[in-house]
């Protein structure tokens, strides 16, 4: 067993260094660091990602209780946006039930920030800043994920007979076909179309921000005003890699219970666990939370990709493979 990290004493020097970058970029904006528990009594809904979980000897009440290692602080930062309104930004460890890889870790680090008064086409322009900041990067381009769709592959991701004219496709080809033969959800299809024909096709050299996701895929973005069937959300990618994903936020209560309601709909159709939906989030939003965008965007990744380096375990002081 070796007790040795990956990482060579230069790259954790210019770890910190970037940590130090980071947050002089928000300083130099009045951007208010805050730093929110890691251990919380709810998870997320959201069917795609799975909380880690531990149990509390002795709660408040002294009974055990159930405590989930937080996905994002976003929950939180949200509570804090609520009763205070003022622009915030965390640089904390985040966790997740999910696949290890070159880019995955269960254990890793997101810079997350949100800026009240701030729309999509405002944070974008931030983020592009950010990566110039500390890379040699050029600015972000954007494209609409309607774009990008008819761009790379000729179909409409927005029109019913363009997703079936993806799903045929992706049941041709060798690494999709077993999968998407039994497949019918439109979501989990233009998913999967998105991997496998939209990300290899992006811009390396270039940061490219995805904008306007279905409306389905809003997650925690508002519906956009102009075209009721996308949402405020984007993503960006660079060098091969997704970097940083982030919304116009919502801040109706009803339209966020509605959709914890509609994420634990589909997690019993994927025969998983159902999630309480987060109480605390709801009381904040009822109280009234400023109009905001807000962005999460992953520490490492973003390390990997100033060092040119193409394993996350390399850029961390110990991955889960050796701690």
């Not at 060798?174 to 096709?201: G, H």
């Amino acid at each position: 067993m070796d007790w040795r990290s990956e990482a060579s004493l230069q790259t954790l020097q210019q770890r910190a260094e970037l940590m130090r970058q980071i947050r002089q970029f928000f300083y130099q904006r009045n951007v208010l660091e805050v730093d929110t528990p890691l251990l919380a009594r709810h998870g997320v809904t959201d069917p795609h990602l799975e909380n880690l979980t531990t149990t509390l000897t002795a709660g408040p009440d002294g009974q055990p209780l159930k405590l989930s290692l937080q996905t994002s602080p976003e929950y939180a930062m949200k509570r804090l946006l609520a009763q205070y309104r003022t622009s915030i930004f965390q640089l904390s460890h985040v966790f997740r039930d999910d696949e290890i890889g070159r880019h995955h870790n269960p254990e890793f680090s997101l810079v997350e920030w949100y800026r009240v008064g701030f729309n999509l086409v405002d944070l974008i322009a931030e983020v592009s800043e950010l990566i110039q900041y500390v890379t040699d990067a050029p600015p972000v381009i954007a494209y609409t994920y309607q774009e990008i769709f008819v761009q790379c592959t000729g179909w409409d991701p927005l029109q019913s007979e363009g997703i079936s004219a993806i799903h045929r496709h992706l049941k041709t080809r060798s690494d999709t076909r077993d999968w998407m033969e039994k497949e019918t959800d439109p979501d989990t299809i233009l998913q999967l179309a998105f991997n496998v024909l939209i990300e290899p096709q992006l811009p390396s050299q270039t940061p490219v921000a995805i904008t306007h996701f279905p409306r389905s895929q809003a997650a925690l973005a508002r519906v956009c005003p102009e075209d009721e069937r996308v949402s405020l959300r984007f993503e960006i990618y660079y060098q091969g890699i997704e970097l940083a994903n982030g919304y116009d936020e919502l801040t109706d209560t009803d339209e966020q219970n509605r959709r914890f309601v509609e994420d634990n709909a589909k997690r019993r159709q994927l025969q998983r666990a159902e999630r309480t939906a987060d109480a605390f989030l709801l009381a904040a939003l009822r109280h009234g939370m400023p109009p905001c965008s807000g962005v999460a965007l992953g520490f490492d990744r973003l390390l990997m990709i100033a060092l040119n380096k193409d394993q996350i375990s390399s850029v961390v002081p110990f991955s889960i493979a050796n701690c």
